[in-house]
């Protein structure tokens, strides 16, 4: 059975920075892509980043040029650097093969940017 653990999540200023992590209880290499998704209160999970096991990586356009996916398929662990966090940013971070599975879902990390 797949877990996937995510941390790192917290409370931050706008501006401020964080580092989530993503670790997976099999080896991330047999996925072809990882991907972080978030969903604010009343709002649909939606996709953040992506990468593929090849190294192609999307953004979705609300985040491009301040978030940073990563992974390290020795550690089976996914990372997300988010800079110049915004109050919109704020939302429970999941991580999750892309395109997700139902099963994979785990309990998320919270991330709250407010001043």
């Known amino acids: 059975q797949v877990q996937l653990v995510e941390s790192g999540g917290g409370l931050v200023q706008p501006g401020g920075s964080l580092r989530l992590s993503c670790a997976a209880s099999v080896s991330i290499f047999s996925f072809s892509a990882m991907g972080w998704y978030r969903q604010a209160p009343g709002n649909q999970r939606e996709l953040v980043a992506r990468?593929?096991?090849?190294?192609?990586?999307n953004y979705g356009d609300s985040v491009k040029g301040r978030f940073t996916i990563s992974r390290d398929d020795s550690k089976n662990t996914v990372y997300l650097q988010m800079n110049s966090l915004k109050p919109e940013d704020t939302a429970v971070y999941y991580c999750n093969e892309a395109p997700p599975r139902d099963d994979y879902w785990g309990q998320g990390t919270q991330v709250t940017v407010s001043s």
């Open positions: 990468i593929f096991s090849g190294g192609t990586i």
